[in-house]
């Protein structure tokens, strides 16, 4: 069992930044992939980053590359989600998700909610 809980969303005004902390605890050894996926109204939910937890590679969906990067903190098995830049269509519940044990990701956090302002 991996048990993950975010924190650090709010409000931001367009062009601003935020940083999402996902902190993982339980059978993190067993973690392969730590990613950051988002649900905005209406709309499906969409892979942002992700993290390879053992070889360090990320992906970024094109919405978000150049913008936003993805980092860990190994003493804290802690994954972050910076996010630069931010646009109204960023406005979302972002949720942090592990594939354990797996490549499909099994476990997932809570939400935290993103909003940015025109």
């Known amino acids: 069992q991996v048990q993950l809980v975010e924190s650090g969303g709010g409000l931001v005004q367009a062009g601003g930044s935020l940083r999402l902390s996902c902190a993982a605890s339980?059978?993190?050894?067993?973690?392969?992939?730590m990613g950051w996926f988002r649900q905005a109204p209406g709309k499906e939910r969409e892979k942002v980053a992700a993290l390879n937890w053992s070889g360090g590679s990320t992906y970024f969906a094109d919405s978000v590359k150049g913008r936003f990067t993805i980092s860990r903190d190994n003493a804290k098995n802690t994954v972050y989600l910076q996010m630069n830049s931010l646009k109204p269509e960023d406005t979302a519940v972002y949720y942090c998700a592990a594939a354990v044990r797996t490549y499909n990701y099994n476990y997932w956090g809570q939400g935290t909610q993103v909003t940015v302002s025109s």
């Open positions: 339980g059978r993190t050894f067993s973690i392969n992939i």
